[in-house]
């Protein structure tokens, strides 16, 4: 018979919590008691440790009777024999449920800055992107609006340094994140001060005022150097 979750390859067991048919690329296995399970009835500790769903109750605590007659001398011996490990370790093996852990800041660092740096240069390949005419012909440059996507990666990095909970040889990850975000904050003012309209309407600023300061015989030569040229 087929695995229930992949549905291509045979069933070589089944999940002890819900009979589920798994195959052996499917299946995980309990870390404490060896339960074969399916990814609905995973818990995973934060750093990737799989317990099934009695285990994660008697590690942490979370059951619903966690008196000592409710957990009964084996179970109570488990418990202490954990707590015996040391606060070290659960401050690294903080539980999370469903089997899903949040991301790590040096990883949403990288994320956001990349989103950032794609967003800027696709404003450089489309240049009539860069603007936004408002009402008033007020113009809002679109470089400038998102230079909040590198700031929120250099804010993520930033967390990431100086977080206990992040191990400390993933911590030096977050550089590349603030490495990104300023890259991508100095091509945000390049793609503004390279703007093509933006250079056209100076160019045009700069020759109204040097017509407006001209007399009239000098109007009338400009005029003539402008039309021969």
């Not at 009695?54 to 024999?81: H, I, K, Q, S, W």
């Not at 469903?98 to 956001?112: E, I």
């Not at 996507?149 to 340094?161: F, Y």
């Amino acid at each position: 018979m087929e695995c229930a979750v992949c549905e291509a390859r045979s069933s070589s067991g089944f999940c002890k919590e819900c009979q589920m048919l798994l195959c052996e690329e499917c299946a995980e296995t309990c870390g404490e008691c060896g339960k074969a399970l399916c990814p609905e009835h995973i818990n995973r500790s934060r750093s990737g440790k799989v317990f099934c769903e009695g285990c994660f109750d008697v590690r942490y605590g979370m059951g619903e009777d966690t008196t000592f007659a409710g957990l009964g001398g084996a179970e109570l011996a488990g418990v202490g024999a954990h707590e015996g490990e040391g606060e070290e370790e659960e401050a690294e093996e903080r539980p999370v449920l469903g089997g899903w852990q949040p991301p790590p800041a040096w990883k949403l660092s990288l994320q956001v800055a990349s989103f950032g740096a794609a967003a800027v240069l696709l404003l450089l390949v489309f240049p009539s992107l860069r603007r936004l005419i408002l009402p008033g012909d007020t113009v809002l440059y679109t470089p400038l609006v998102l230079l909040a996507v590198p700031g929120m990666a250099i804010l993520w990095a930033v967390i990431g340094l100086h977080s206990e909970e992040e191990p400390p040889e993933q911590r030096p990850r977050c550089i590349g994140g603030i490495v990104l975000a300023g890259a991508t904050i100095l091509l945000s003012f390049y793609a503004v001060f390279s703007d093509p309209i933006r250079q056209t309407e100076q160019d045009l600023r700069e020759m109204r005022l040097e017509r407006d300061g001209m007399t009239s015989e000098e109007l009338a030569e400009w005029r003539q150097r402008v039309l021969s040229q």
